[in-house]
């Protein structure tokens, strides 16, 4: 079983959409968990930090769900920049970052 | 703002040849890992380095790759003896402290073996 699992997409969505991307992780020992976003060629980037109370940046609003070992991303208002692929990343008892494969988007005008 | 940097943005080499990785790691920042991601495929984790020793390394960091951090400020990869299966994106992060802190990613060093 893959460690972080995430659809891999692409999802195609017109500007202004909102749109969700699911995480399931299999350590129940994790401790902390990421969204980072990747553009083509670049190195991660993080977007924001997963807690269990919920949290919210902007238009960007991350859940955990430690029962159900699932971790989301909502994205409302979506812009042409936020294509990208996103990466859902838990860590394990060493705190090293375990990456799933990511889940593309692209935002069209 | 303080970045992590990493040279060469790109390096091709032969297989069998040696090849070392450089990294800058930002300053007052404890902690050092390097990941590797082959082309298509998910960020992987490759090793990790505090207080001047290995703390962690994974089944991909075999006896062909070596880390160091010979100054106070760069921290290398190398690796001996350069697989086709090498080829990769390498990326050094650093944080300041292990737990709950966000790993800073460098831009990444693109390594080609022909």
């Known amino acids: 079983r893959k460690e972080v699992e995430q659809d891999p997409g692409p999802f195609n969505v017109p500007e202004g959409a909102t749109v969700a991307f699911n995480c399931t992780y299999s350590n129940s020992a994790s401790q902390s968990f990421f969204w980072y976003r990747q553009d083509c060629r670049k190195e991660p980037k993080l977007l924001m930090s997963?807690?269990?109370s919920g949290n919210e940046d902007g238009r960007f609003t991350a859940q955990l769900n430690r029962a159900s070992q699932y971790i989301s991303l909502l994205i409302r208002d979506s812009k042409l920049s936020d294509s990208a692929t996103y990466l859902c990343v838990a860590t394990d008892s060493s705190y090293k970052l375990i990456f799933g494969s990511g889940t593309r988007l692209l935002v069209r005008p | 703002e303080p970045e992590v940097t990493q040279t060469p943005s790109h390096q091709v080499t032969q297989m069998g040849q040696e090849v070392i990785l450089r990294c800058v790691p930002i300053s007052n920042h404890l902690y050092f890992y390097w990941y590797r991601q082959i082309l298509g495929q998910k960020v992987e984790f490759l090793v990790s380095?505090?207080?001047?020793?290995?703390?962690?390394k994974s089944e991909i960091f075999d006896d062909q790759f070596s880390v160091e951090r010979p100054d106070g400020s760069n921290f290398t990869l190398k690796i001996r003896s350069t697989k086709l299966e090498d080829s990769a994106m390498y990326f050094c992060a650093s944080t300041e402290r292990s737990s709950y802190n966000e790993q800073f990613f460098g831009p990444g060093t693109r390594l080609t073996v022909l």
């Open positions: 997963v807690y269990s």
């Open positions: 380095f505090y207080n001047n020793e290995i703390s962690e």
